[in-house]
Every structure is written in C-alpha cells, then in structure tokens.
C-alpha cells in the first residue's frame, strides 16, 4: 500500500517522520508532493520520494492521499486530484485541514472515500492526538489503515459527529499554542521574581508535564488536584484568587468560542453544494 502526501510542511512532515520511524511500516512507499524545493530535498534526504506537481502516474500507484496543504491552498489541490483520481478503484483520501467539511471535498471528487482529521503539532514527537471523523462510505479496513496510521503519531480519538470537529479544533488543535502561551507566562513570572531564564524554563516545563501526568494518572479530580496544592491562606491560594478575579478561566474559555466560530466560518466558506 502506498501512500501520497500533499504538502510537505509542519503538519505533513510531522506525518512523514512518524512513518518513517514507525517499525510496523504500514506503507510500502510514501510519496510527498511539495511547491517548496527545500522541502523537497529534505524529504529526499530522508529518503523519500517526492514530486513538484500532482501527477497520474503517482496518483494511480497511491492507495492513500493525505491533503496537508493550508485551506486557503484546498480547493487548487482537490481541482488537480479531479483529474486523475477516477471512479474505477476509489481512493482513500485524509485531510488535515481545519474547517473544511468532508462534503466540500465530495463536491470535487464523488467517488472517493474520506476521512477527516485534526491532529495537533506534538505529533512530531509522536505525542500527538488526533480526533477524526468518516464519510459514510468509508470501510471498517479504511477505518484501521487511518487508525494505525493516526498511532504513529501518538493517541487518535473517533469522532462521530463531523460537527463536532470545529470543537476540536478550538481544543486540542489549537490547544499547543494556549499551552506554549501558559508556558511562556511562567517563564516571564519567574524572570521577573529573579529567576534565570533557564532555572524559569526548566521548572515551568517539568511543572506542566508532571502535572498533566498527574492528573491523567490520579483517580483525584481536577477540583482535588487544586486544592492538594491550595493550602487556605497560602501562597497559591493567592495566585489563584487573583485568576478568579480575571475571570482567567472563562476568558479561556472565551477564546476557545472564538477559535471554534472561526473554523465555522471556514466551514462556510467551504461549503459547496
Ligand atoms: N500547524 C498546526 O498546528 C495544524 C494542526 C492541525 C491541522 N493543521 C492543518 O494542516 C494543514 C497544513 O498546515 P501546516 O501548518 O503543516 O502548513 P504548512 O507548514 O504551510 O505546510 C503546507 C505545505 O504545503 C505546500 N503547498 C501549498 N500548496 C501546495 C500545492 N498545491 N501542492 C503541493 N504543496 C503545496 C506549502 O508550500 P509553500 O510553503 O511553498 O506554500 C507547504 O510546504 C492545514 O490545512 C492546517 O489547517 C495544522
């Protein structure tokens, strides 16, 4: 089984190195379509077939077709696959692009079965999660290759309700850079308490994984979790009041919303009928 990915930037290199390194090697040969000549010949580094431009004759030796271009690049994409992709043998087609709607791409291509994903940018590190939904049309085994595939990257999670994915997105997504944007709060705090940037970094890094950790492997809520390190009257009971004050958590929340309205209004926009 091969596989073509189209666009080989930092989400579709990401799928690329995950491949790469996965020792069950579920394609034979994986093939990037790039406009970019640097990235071109980094995948070759790799060892790594690439190609400048779509076309048939790597179309038609493809089982699978990963679109990993921006959205506003989409539609170019999918008026080039509609002249090499035909209804004899359909083809699985995977796309990573936030906000665009599976029936979008049926409007382009009929025959093909699709799968629609957001995975998140610590897939390059195979810490990943994915969420992904399917067209009705896909099969129980286009399911597993998909499936296997979202692994190499870390953890997958099946979304039934394609609706749902604008939600997604909003929260994990999105969700790297609200984490970096934490992080690098901490730091600055530290730096302007009088820490290094480095002592500031180390500590406000190893704070977030152990906590998550924490949280995924305690039977405690998150409710108790806070309260474990909120002794009454204490120094985080401080901070903490303070984040009640502002409203941090609902501001969080807030911005989440406009993530989401904004994946709706691509949603629209990409609605063809
Ligand atoms: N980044 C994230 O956190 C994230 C998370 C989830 C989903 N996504 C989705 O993943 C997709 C890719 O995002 P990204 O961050 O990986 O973007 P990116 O780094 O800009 O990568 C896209 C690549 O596609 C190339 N390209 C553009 N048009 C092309 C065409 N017609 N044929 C072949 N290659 C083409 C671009 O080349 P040029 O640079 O020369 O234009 C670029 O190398 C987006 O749809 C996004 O919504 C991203």
Redesign the pocket.
């Known amino acids: 089984m091969n596989l073509l990915i189209?666009?080989?930037?930092?989400?579709?290199?990401?799928i690329v190195r995950a491949l790469l390194e996965d020792s069950k090697r579920i394609f034979s040969s994986i093939f990037v379509?790039?406009?970019?000549r640097e990235?071109r010949e980094m995948f070759l580094r790799l060892g790594v077939k690439t190609i400048l431009?779509?076309d048939f004759a790597v179309c038609a030796t493809c089982d699978v077709i990963l679109?990993?271009?921006?959205?506003q690049?989409?539609s170019?994409?999918l008026s080039?696959l509609q002249n090499f992709l035909g209804a004899e043998k359909p083809k699985l087609i995977l796309?990573?692009?936030?906000?665009?709607p599976i029936s979008f791409i049926r409007s382009y291509l009929p025959s093909v079965h699709i799968i629609r994903?957001?995975?998140?940018?610590p897939a390059m590190i195979q810490q990943g999660i994915s969420a992904w939904t399917a067209g009705r049309e896909v099969t129980s085994h286009e399911k597993k290759i998909a499936q296997k595939l979202l692994r190499t990257l870390g953890d997958e999670v099946y979304i039934e309700n394609e609706g749902q994915m604008d939600a997604v997105?909003a929260l994990s997504?999105?969700g790297?850079?609200y984490v970096y944007l934490f992080l690098q709060s901490l730091i600055l705090g530290g730096d302007k308490l009088g820490l290094s940037k480095e002592i500031s970094a180390k500590l406000a890094m190893q704070t977030v994984l152990g906590a998550t950790l924490l949280a995924e492997k305690s039977p405690a809520d998150l409710d108790t979790l806070i309260k474990n390190v909120a002794s009454k009257g204490g120094t985080t009971e401080a901070a903490l009041s303070h984040f009640e004050k502002k409203r941090v958590s609902q501001n969080i929340q807030e911005a989440m919303k406009k993530a989401f309205l904004r994946g709706r209004e691509f949603g629209r926009k990409f609605k063809k009928t």
Request: hydrophobic share 45%.
């Open positions: 189209i666009g080989g930037g930092n989400m579709g290199g990401a379509c790039d406009a970019n990235k431009e779509l679109v990993a271009v921006k959205p690049d989409f170019g994409v080039v796309s990573i692009a936030a906000g665009i994903i957001m995975p998140n940018t997105t997504g999105c790297p850079a």
